[in-house]
């Protein structure tokens, strides 16, 4: 829809968007009230006026013709400022039940169609300046209940004219909720030209910078027993993403989270990445359990793709053998200053005390400096010994027993020469990085507060 033509007096036609609030002053304490507060909005061509303009208003009993009821109340000189005015209007004890249409005219041009007024006034929209190609709408009322008002018709749409929804907003800028009353910022439903997604935004009370916070809580900023977020996606690994800051400590950790259960094999339930030195992709943390558990029922519970590192006791724990419904067996793992493979077996000397070792075929592809372990296993009186002859070459050594027929348990211990180890050092004692200095892994240990630990607690309120 678009403007009328200018009048005379030269007003472009203005549209008027008004409410009739429920604002009302009685002239006793048992008098009927019949003053409201009429506010509304005046635009020029769809842009907000500014400025001072003559309004009358007047009440009649038919939407188009009639008979004059009530008026006119001629207000001169109604300040406008971005389209916004007030005014108080009074046609005294005239809402009896019978339906009234309010006129309202600015500088001398009558705005049609007129307002449906019933015993109340309620507050509506009013129509356009006189023009030809404009056609009426239809209205629904806004109903005062004290200084409150509500919407007893059907949707409203805002940008557009036929709402689906009870409010159905298509805007191009956006939806602001401001908060700033609360020393606070405002919240943000926004897109972008093509993108197929929904941004929400929570902005700075000066509207310059983002907001400190957004919180999803409970009443009063409480726990809620439960929040489910639901994404469907077939065409990618990752279902729900949420992209942080991942810098060094706890609480700031760039996180992926998802749920594979179909497509890819390759998906993940849970990615963690951080992309700065110090940064962790995903943090565990339990005060008594475990920080991280990971299930499988024919893959990997956990895997590791670079080193693994632990600052205590790496071990394995399975239900006791001999007691499994109440007992757990635990055994550590051999620690050692470089990366080793270890190989092992039993091996029985010839005739002549000869006995040849073949490893795996990859032996030497992954392996450097190695080191030989025999011991003989003979009950006999005699003392017998043995020794490696050649040692390892085509992945295969030999050893020599000093008589004929014996038992040999062998071991070979080797230093991983791998591509990933040629490729990465395998550090023994380095330092500590500028922001590490000061801190450490178990500050209680040295009689330091936990707050000096590299991974600290994360406050109750961020766990």
Same mark, same amino acid.
Request: proline content about 7%; charged content about 15%.
């Given at each position: 829809?678009?403007?009328?033509?200018?009048?005379?007096? &030269?007003?472009?036609?203005?549209?008027? /968007?008004?409410?009739?609030?429920?604002?009302?002053?009685?002239?006793?304490?048992?008098? @009927?009230?019949?003053?409201?507060? $009429?506010?509304?909005?005046?635009? +020029? #061509?769809?842009?907000?006026?500014?400025?001072?303009?003559?309004?009358?208003?007047?009440?009649?009993?038919?939407?188009?013709?009639?008979?004059?009821?009530?008026?006119?109340?001629?207000?001169?000189?109604?300040?406008?400022?971005?389209?916004?005015?007030?005014?108080?209007?009074? =046609?005294?004890?005239?809402?009896?039940? #019978?339906?009234?249409?309010?006129?309202?005219?600015? +500088?001398?041009?009558?705005?049609?169609?007129?307002?449906?007024?019933?015993?109340?006034?309620?507050? @509506?929209?009013?129509? %356009?300046?006189?023009?030809?190609?404009?056609?009426?709408?239809?209205?629904?009322?806004?109903?005062?209940?004290?200084?409150?008002?509500?919407?007893?018709? &059907?949707?409203?749409?805002?940008? /557009?004219?036929?709402?689906?929804?009870?409010?159905?907003?298509?805007?191009?800028?956006?939806?602001?909720?401001?908060?700033?009353?609360?020393?606070?910022?405002?919240?943000?439903?926004?897109?972008? *030209?093509?993108?197929?997604?929904? $941004?929400?935004?929570?902005?700075?009370?000066?509207?310059?910078?983002?907001?400190?916070?957004?919180?999803?809580?409970?009443?009063?900023?409480?726990?809620?027993?439960?929040?489910?977020?639901?994404?469907?996606?077939?065409?990618?690994?990752?279902?729900?993403? #949420?992209?942080?800051?991942?810098?060094?400590? =706890?609480?700031?950790?760039?996180?992926?989270?998802?749920?594979?259960?179909?497509?890819?094999?390759?998906?993940?339930?849970?990615?963690?990445?951080?992309?700065?030195?110090?940064?962790?992709?995903?943090?565990?943390?339990?005060?008594?359990?475990?920080?991280?558990?990971?299930?499988?029922?024919? &893959?990997? *519970?956990?895997?590791?793709?670079?080193?693994?590192?632990?600052?205590?006791?790496?071990?394995?724990?399975?239900?006791?053998?001999?007691?499994?419904?109440?007992?757990?067996?635990? !055994?550590?793992?051999?620690?050692?200053?470089?990366?080793?493979?270890?190989?092992?077996?039993?091996?029985?000397?010839?005739?002549?005390?000869?006995?040849?070792?073949?490893?795996?075929?990859?032996?030497?592809?992954?392996?450097?400096?190695?080191?030989?372990?025999?011991?003989?296993?003979?009950?006999?009186?005699?003392?017998?010994?043995?020794?490696?002859?050649?040692?390892?070459?085509?992945?295969?050594?030999? /050893?020599?027993?000093?008589?004929?027929?014996?038992?040999?348990?062998?071991?070979?211990?080797?230093?991983?020469?791998? #591509?990933?180890?040629?490729? !990465?050092?395998?550090?023994?004692?380095?330092?500590?990085?500028?922001?590490?200095?000061?801190? %450490?892994?178990?500050? @209680?240990? =040295?009689?330091?507060? @936990?707050? *000096?630990? /590299?991974?600290?607690?994360?406050?109750?309120?961020?766990?």
């Amino acid at each position: 829809m678009r403007p009328a033509t200018p009048n005379p007096r &030269g007003l472009l036609a203005l549209v008027l /968007l008004a409410c009739l609030c429920a604002t009302w002053f009685p002239t006793s304490v048992n008098a @009927q009230p019949t003053a409201f507060t $009429y506010q509304g909005q005046l635009k +020029n #061509a769809g842009v907000p006026a500014n400025g001072n303009f003559d309004l009358s208003f007047t009440l009649w009993d038919d939407p188009t013709a009639g008979n004059l009821i009530a008026g006119p109340i001629d207000q001169l000189s109604v300040p406008v400022a971005n389209g916004l005015f007030t005014s108080e209007l009074d =046609f005294g004890p005239v809402f009896g039940g #019978a339906p009234l249409w309010l006129e309202i005219s600015v +500088n001398a041009t009558p705005l049609i169609p007129r307002q449906s007024i019933t015993s109340a006034p309620y507050s @509506q929209t009013a129509g %356009y300046a006189q023009s030809a190609n404009v056609a009426n709408y239809a209205y629904a009322p806004w109903v005062p209940t004290g200084p409150d008002v509500y919407f007893s018709g &059907g949707n409203v749409g805002l940008g /557009l004219s036929d709402p689906a929804y009870t409010l159905d907003v298509n805007s191009p800028n956006g939806i602001r909720l401001g908060l700033q009353a609360n020393g606070g910022g405002s919240l943000v439903l926004a897109n972008n *030209a093509g993108d197929n997604k929904i $941004y929400l935004e929570a902005y700075s009370a000066d509207q310059t910078t983002h907001a400190d916070e957004l919180l999803l809580t409970g009443w009063h900023g409480g726990p809620v027993p439960k929040i489910t977020l639901n994404a469907l996606e077939t065409t990618a690994n990752n279902k729900l993403t #949420a992209y942080g800051n991942a810098q060094s400590g =706890f609480l700031w950790n760039g996180v992926i989270v998802g749920n594979q259960t179909s497509g890819n094999s390759g998906g993940a339930g849970v990615l963690g990445y951080a992309a700065t030195a110090s940064g962790q992709g995903v943090v565990g943390w339990s005060t008594g359990g475990a920080g991280v558990l990971g299930f499988s029922g024919t &893959g990997d *519970a956990v895997f590791a793709l670079g080193t693994f590192r632990a600052s205590g006791t790496k071990s394995f724990v399975i239900d006791h053998p001999l007691d499994p419904a109440n007992k757990f067996l635990q !055994h550590y793992c051999c620690e050692g200053p470089e990366p080793m493979n270890a190989y092992s077996g039993i091996v029985t000397s010839d005739a002549r005390g000869y006995a040849t070792v073949k490893l795996p075929a990859y032996f030497q592809s992954i392996n450097r400096d190695f080191r030989y372990q025999l011991t003989v296993i003979d009950d006999g009186v005699d003392f017998v010994q043995a020794k490696v002859v050649r040692e390892i070459t085509d992945n295969a050594f030999t /050893l020599r027993t000093s008589k004929p027929n014996v038992k040999v348990s062998w071991e070979v211990k080797a230093v991983r020469n791998d #591509a990933w180890c040629r490729a !990465h050092t395998a550090p023994i004692e380095f330092a500590k990085r500028p922001d590490e200095r000061g801190k %450490y892994l178990a500050p @209680q240990l =040295f009689g330091q507060p @936990q707050t *000096a630990s /590299l991974s600290a607690a994360p406050s109750q309120g961020n766990q």
